[in-house]
Nanobody, 129 residues
């Protein structure tokens, strides 16, 4: 099983960027994105249930980021608009084999990373002011 993330780069504040994550080896119920800024813990960004399209977002990205999943391609996307310098981080994609749909509702954001079984290598997003 391998998760390959791509699409990171250097952009200016207010710009947009789209990340992609391709999962190979097996299908997953849910794929998600997390990020880790220098000196900080890894934090949840967004997740999508690959069948049905249920999405969950961190409060910090609601209204700016959109996650989507292509079940046929086993690929998740993160469309990031109105980027801010505080969005600068290494973005990791992750995949879960068990949870899906509304079962994600009500989970504490700080606990979500514990559910994901597989992780990609990360892609760096840098937003300059």
């Amino acid at each position: 099983v391998q998760l390959q993330a791509s699409g990171g780069g250097l952009v200016q504040a207010g710009d947009s960027l789209t990340l992609s994550c391709v999962a190979s080896g097996r299908p997953f119920y849910t794929m998600g994105w997390f990020r880790q800024a220098p000196g900080k813990e890894r934090e949840f960004v967004a997740l999508v249930s690959m069948s049905g399209g249920t999405t969950v977002y961190a409060d910090s990205v609601k209204g700016r980021f959109t996650i989507s999943g292509d079940n046929a391609r086993n690929t998740a996307y993160l469309q990031m608009n109105s980027l801010r310098p505080t969005d600068t981080a290494v973005y990791y994609c992750a995949a879960d084999r068990y949870k899906y749909g509304s079962s994600w509702y009500g989970e504490a954001a700080e606990d979500l990373k514990n559910y994901f079984d597989y992780w990609g290598q990360g892609t760096l997003v840098t937003v300059s002011s």
